[in-house]
């Protein structure tokens, strides 16, 4: 049980197109979801965290109109990439988390590439 | 305020020899603690955690770790390092389900 899937697990865009990538809770629901970010070689950074039906709580220094989180549904996250640029190109890892466990469930993880 | 650090971002070991992994963490609440292995190119799989109780956690994969509050420390340890070990691992504190505070991870190179 507590699976979490991402689509897609590699995007390839053009700099200045957007990217959705999806974050899926598929056998259970996901009272909070988390998204990361984690460059080469580095350990994963926390983007947002966001709660169904409500608004993400971005982290210092994350741009709110840059990476759009939207939480739909107790088993949906969407984090979409606007006007990508290369400088954000990174693999992006989303979690999800439940009152009846303590601890989180990792994607995957999406690896975008931006040219 | 929670936090974690993992001494020495690289660690080889030779095939057969002990693995240690050191993780002491900070926490201001009592803590769950976690060990996560990552792939190449993969998301972050659960290795083991610690909530409460036994101070001796196993996990999958042959890997333990010990819950030491009074040395703050929650070291990975397996006795005989296998090839397939090679990966980067993430210690981390959860003081809530909200918060997941990572360590900066540490490469494992296992030499044949």
Not at chain 1, 24 to 51: C, E, G, H, I
Not at chain 1, 98 to 103: A, F, K, L, P, V
Not at chain 2, 71 to 95: G, I, R
Request: aromatic letters at 12%; glycine letters at 6%.
């Amino acid at each position: 049980g507590a699976v979490v899937s991402q689509h897609p697990s590699r995007v390839i865009c053009k700099s200045g197109t957007s990217v959705k990538i999806e974050c899926r809770s598929l056998d259970f629901q996901a009272t909070t979801m988390f998204w990361y970010r984690q460059f080469p070689k580095q350990s994963l950074m926390l983007m947002a965290t966001s709660n169904e039906g409500s608004k993400a709580t971005y982290e210092q220094g994350v741009e709110k109109d840059k990476f759009l989180i939207n939480h739909a549904s107790l088993t949906l996250s969407t984090l979409t990439v606007t006007s990508a640029h290369p400088e954000d190109s990174s693999f992006y890892i989303c979690s999800a988390g439940t009152r009846q466990y303590n601890e989180q469930f990792f994607g995957p993880g999406t690896r975008l590439t931006v040219l | 305020a929670q936090s974690v650090t993992q001494l020495g971002s690289h660690v080889s070991v030779s095939e057969g020899a002990l693995v240690l992994l050191r993780c002491n963490y900070s926490s201001s609440v009592p803590p769950y603690l976690f060990w996560y292995v990552q792939y190449p190119n993969q998301g972050l799989q659960l290795l083991l955690k610690y909530t409460t109780g036994a101070t001796l956690v196993k996990g999958i994969n042959g890997f333990e770790a010990e819950f030491k509050k009074s040395e703050t420390s929650f070291h990975l340890t397996k006795p005989s390092a296998h090839m397939s070990d090679a990966a980067e691992y993430f210690c981390a504190v959860n003081p809530d389900a909200n918060n997941l505070f990572f360590g900066t991870g540490t490469r494992l190179t296992v030499i044949p």
